[in-house]
């Protein structure tokens, strides 16, 4: 069991034990404790190295899977685990965005790294969580930055914009958080409703 293998100090045990809940058994409640598990062992784990024979390992993000464990179970204990996840996450590589007309902000928070996509393959993506207040509307259509492209020598580098696109939607209690998805990382500054910011 994923959480067994946790308690004894496994880590690698507790994440190959998770894999084979999520691939085996179909069940919501099963498969959101294995998530809860697996957030639980990358949260104890950001600055080890873990190595257990799949992609999808602690590197890219704490809060992937404890929002994915919410999804599939909405119990208070793992609403909680999400709010505080993205308030320590949120420490860095974030802007905090004025509402117009209201004296609050929404949290932007960028993650780049690996992650399960709706198809079940994984891939490297630039995820932006974007928590506000439940009352409160936010503009998460005008997101957008520059890549720029390598070219030949003495040619100037092309840029392109990039723009992420909703990927879910949860309600957090008095809060709301949207999960936006890009395939290219943010390279400097972010322009967020008319406003530019750079995420640190």
């Not at 999400?82 to 209201?102: A, F, Y």
């Not at 259509?141 to 990039?162: A, I, M, N, Q, T």
Request: aromatic content about 8%; overall charge negative.
């Amino acid at each position: 069991m994923p959480l067994i293998a946790l308690k004894s100090g496994h880590a690698e045990a507790s994440l190959a034990a998770s894999d084979a809940v999520l691939a085996q058994v179909k069940e919501p409640e099963a498969q959101a404790s294995a998530w809860f598990v697996r957030g639980l062992v990358c949260e104890r784990n950001r600055s080890v190295a873990l190595s257990y024979g799949n992609e999808y390992d602690c590197e890219s993000d704490v809060i992937d899977p404890f929002l994915r464990a919410f999804s599939l179970s909405p119990s208070k204990e793992h609403e909680d685990k999400v709010l505080e996840v993205l308030e320590v996450e949120s420490r860095d590589q974030t802007c905090e965005v004025p509402i117009p007309g209201s004296e609050l902000s929404a949290r932007f928070h960028f993650s780049f790294g690996t992650f399960q996509m709706g198809d079940g393959k994984l891939a490297q993506v630039q995820r932006i969580y974007v928590l506000h207040p439940a009352t409160q509307v936010v503009n998460t259509g005008d997101v957008s930055w520059e890549v720029r492209f390598k070219r030949l020598l003495g040619k100037p580098d092309p840029s392109s914009k990039v723009v992420p696109t909703v990927s879910s939607r949860q309600s957090l209690g008095a809060f709301e958080l949207t999960v936006l998805d890009a395939e290219y990382p943010v390279q400097g500054a972010v322009t967020i409703d008319g406003l530019v910011c750079h995420p640190n």
